[in-house]
């Protein structure tokens, strides 16, 4: 039963589940139009007038788009890791939560190609980096994996779409739904093998820039150690924000629809990868403290402009990332909730700092003696176009909550 | 790109990567076009009271 008041709406929800009256939904879906229809605003702002009406420069080509879009791509990455332990590793467990993992990964990689589609300026020139494709470059890679693995989650999503009350009423769907949940392993492990190269990619963009001490790292054979440190730091921080969205959602159902014993497989898993990420980044910064100051950067030279004081350094390792992690190894304070929810927006925030700091931090430090430190801060377009995807975000978790069977525990934590 | 393009090149670079590209789709459309050839099949093959789950 469901207190929806439309027919043909009730028609449409899950059997057996609850949710709000249709004019509530619809209210709720309005509101969420607002801030989204200023984000198109900007979009069509900076299509049809360039991209001189942002903040980006000569100086600073890679802005608060870029960072936000390796930030969610991190983000996104709960959805491979979780494909990969529930339909690789095994653990059955996690089949409650895959679906909505699915769901967050969808969002997250289309964010990310919603906001290249800005940021490249011309749009209608996008195909030229398959059709013309430099293959020696790290970011035709990683255009080639993320626009390959979007394709990838929507097939995941597929058959959750086709689940649907009704649509799974017509035979063909039913099968087609049954079908491709018999190739999801497969489907998974194609996902894990195109994250891994795309996580990794991201990373190695930066690492490569040897006429920027400030990224630059040396590493294993053509792959920076920055590769393997973004690779490892996806892993750690993307099932955290699977649980974080998760616990939004049900504070928003006002209801539970995980049991605890997932969500804490999940945080165990992050915490202990994080532990690792945060091992081989104090060795890799250490390393690099040596290695830059031995060919005429020092430490100091690094930090030396304001806003990026040692503060960032501290505050990326420290606060965003051992804080969490001992959060999420101790038992006590993972299984509380307020805490769990604190470590997952921690490990969020420092993923986002992280990459902030490898892109836009990269250009900010001046390379030559006569260089000059320029600052950098977004305008309103760039927030809008960026924070546009959190809002269709919230959209499409909203329709996929009330129209599709993502949560498969959530009849047998709240009977009807 | 495809090999008649007129900035591909023979060497093991554009075959290697744009080979991936090409491999990674093909699987792709293989995994799809499964589920949509056994559920066509399941559906004019199915027999009475017949049912996957």
Redesign the interface.
């Given at each position: 039963m469901n207190t929806a008041s439309a027919p043909f709406d009730s028609a449409l929800i899950p059997e057996g589940v609850k949710r709000c009256k249709l004019k509530w939904f619809l209210v709720w879906l309005g509101i969420l139009n607002v801030p989204f229809m200023v984000g198109v605003a900007a979009y069509i702002v900076c299509w049809a007038l360039a991209l001189n009406q942002t903040y980006l420069n000569n100086n600073y080509p890679f802005g608060l788009w870029i960072a936000a879009d390796l930030g969610v791509i991190a983000l996104g990455g709960g959805a491979f890791f979780t494909g990969f332990l529930r339909y690789i590793i095994k653990i059955d467990e996690l089949k409650n939560i895959v679906n909505f993992a699915v769901v967050v990964g969808v969002i997250c990689y289309a964010s990310a190609l919603g906001i290249l589609a800005v940021d490249i300026g011309q749009p209608l020139r996008g195909w030229h980096i398959?059709?013309?494709?430099n293959?020696?470059s790290m970011l035709?890679?990683v255009a080639?994996c993320i626009s390959?693995y979007f394709?990838?989650l929507c097939?995941e999503y597929l058959p959750l779409v086709l689940e649907n009350r009704q649509i799974n009423k017509l035979?063909?769907?039913?099968?087609?739904a049954?079908?491709?949940h018999?190739?999801m392993p497969?489907?998974a492990a194609?996902g894990v093998?195109?994250s891994f190269f795309h996580q990794g990619s991201l990373g190695g963009v930066p690492g490569v820039l040897y006429g920027r001490p400030f990224a630059f790292r040396e590493g294993f054979l053509v792959w920076p150690w920055t590769f393997f440190l973004f690779i490892l730091s996806a892993m750690a921080c993307g099932p955290c924000f699977t649980i974080l969205i998760t616990r939004i959602t049900e504070g928003f159902a006002r209801k539970k629809l995980v049991k605890r014993n997932v969500i804490d497989i999940l945080a165990r898993i992050s915490g202990w990868l994080l532990a690792g990420y945060l091992v081989l980044k104090i060795l890799d910064t250490v390393g690099w403290i040596s290695w830059a100051g031995k060919v005429g950067a020092p430490l100091g030279s690094f930090y030396a402009n304001q806003p990026y004081g040692y503060w960032v350094l501290i505050t990326e390792i420290g606060i965003f990332g051992i804080i969490p992690c001992i959060l999420l190894l101790v038992k006590a304070t993972r299984q509380n909730e307020s805490l769990l929810v604190v470590a997952c927006l921690l490990n969020c925030a420092g993923i986002f700092m992280n990459r902030w700091i490898m892109t836009v931090q990269s250009l900010a430090v001046p390379v030559m003696s006569f260089d000059k430190f320029f600052s950098y801060h977004p305008n309103w377009a760039e927030w809008a176009s960026t924070l546009m995807w959190v809002w269709l975000g919230a959209i499409v978790i909203s329709l996929s909550y009330r129209y599709l069977p993502i949560f498969p525990q959530e009849r047998e934590l709240n009977p009807v | 790109?495809f090999p008649f393009?007129f900035?591909w090149v023979n060497d093991p670079?554009?075959f290697v990567?744009?080979g991936?590209?090409y491999s990674?789709?093909i699987?792709?459309g293989i995994?799809?076009n499964?589920?949509?050839i056994?559920?066509?099949l399941?559906?004019i093959c199915?027999k009475e009271g017949q049912s996957?789950?």
């Amino acid at each position: 039963m469901n207190t929806a008041s439309a027919p043909f709406d009730s028609a449409l929800i899950p059997e057996g589940v609850k949710r709000c009256k249709l004019k509530w939904f619809l209210v709720w879906l309005g509101i969420l139009n607002v801030p989204f229809m200023v984000g198109v605003a900007a979009y069509i702002v900076c299509w049809a007038l360039a991209l001189n009406q942002t903040y980006l420069n000569n100086n600073y080509p890679f802005g608060l788009w870029i960072a936000a879009d390796l930030g969610v791509i991190a983000l996104g990455g709960g959805a491979f890791f979780t494909g990969f332990l529930r339909y690789i590793i095994k653990i059955d467990e996690l089949k409650n939560i895959v679906n909505f993992a699915v769901v967050v990964g969808v969002i997250c990689y289309a964010s990310a190609l919603g906001i290249l589609a800005v940021d490249i300026g011309q749009p209608l020139r996008g195909w030229h980096i398959f059709w013309h494709a430099n293959v020696h470059s790290m970011l035709t890679e990683v255009a080639f994996c993320i626009s390959c693995y979007f394709m990838v989650l929507c097939i995941e999503y597929l058959p959750l779409v086709l689940e649907n009350r009704q649509i799974n009423k017509l035979g063909f769907f039913h099968g087609m739904a049954h079908h491709l949940h018999g190739a999801m392993p497969a489907i998974a492990a194609t996902g894990v093998f195109l994250s891994f190269f795309h996580q990794g990619s991201l990373g190695g963009v930066p690492g490569v820039l040897y006429g920027r001490p400030f990224a630059f790292r040396e590493g294993f054979l053509v792959w920076p150690w920055t590769f393997f440190l973004f690779i490892l730091s996806a892993m750690a921080c993307g099932p955290c924000f699977t649980i974080l969205i998760t616990r939004i959602t049900e504070g928003f159902a006002r209801k539970k629809l995980v049991k605890r014993n997932v969500i804490d497989i999940l945080a165990r898993i992050s915490g202990w990868l994080l532990a690792g990420y945060l091992v081989l980044k104090i060795l890799d910064t250490v390393g690099w403290i040596s290695w830059a100051g031995k060919v005429g950067a020092p430490l100091g030279s690094f930090y030396a402009n304001q806003p990026y004081g040692y503060w960032v350094l501290i505050t990326e390792i420290g606060i965003f990332g051992i804080i969490p992690c001992i959060l999420l190894l101790v038992k006590a304070t993972r299984q509380n909730e307020s805490l769990l929810v604190v470590a997952c927006l921690l490990n969020c925030a420092g993923i986002f700092m992280n990459r902030w700091i490898m892109t836009v931090q990269s250009l900010a430090v001046p390379v030559m003696s006569f260089d000059k430190f320029f600052s950098y801060h977004p305008n309103w377009a760039e927030w809008a176009s960026t924070l546009m995807w959190v809002w269709l975000g919230a959209i499409v978790i909203s329709l996929s909550y009330r129209y599709l069977p993502i949560f498969p525990q959530e009849r047998e934590l709240n009977p009807v | 790109m495809f090999p008649f393009c007129f900035d591909w090149v023979n060497d093991p670079v554009h075959f290697v990567f744009m080979g991936s590209l090409y491999s990674v789709l093909i699987l792709l459309g293989i995994f799809v076009n499964y589920a949509v050839i056994r559920a066509f099949l399941d559906l004019i093959c199915k027999k009475e009271g017949q049912s996957h789950h």
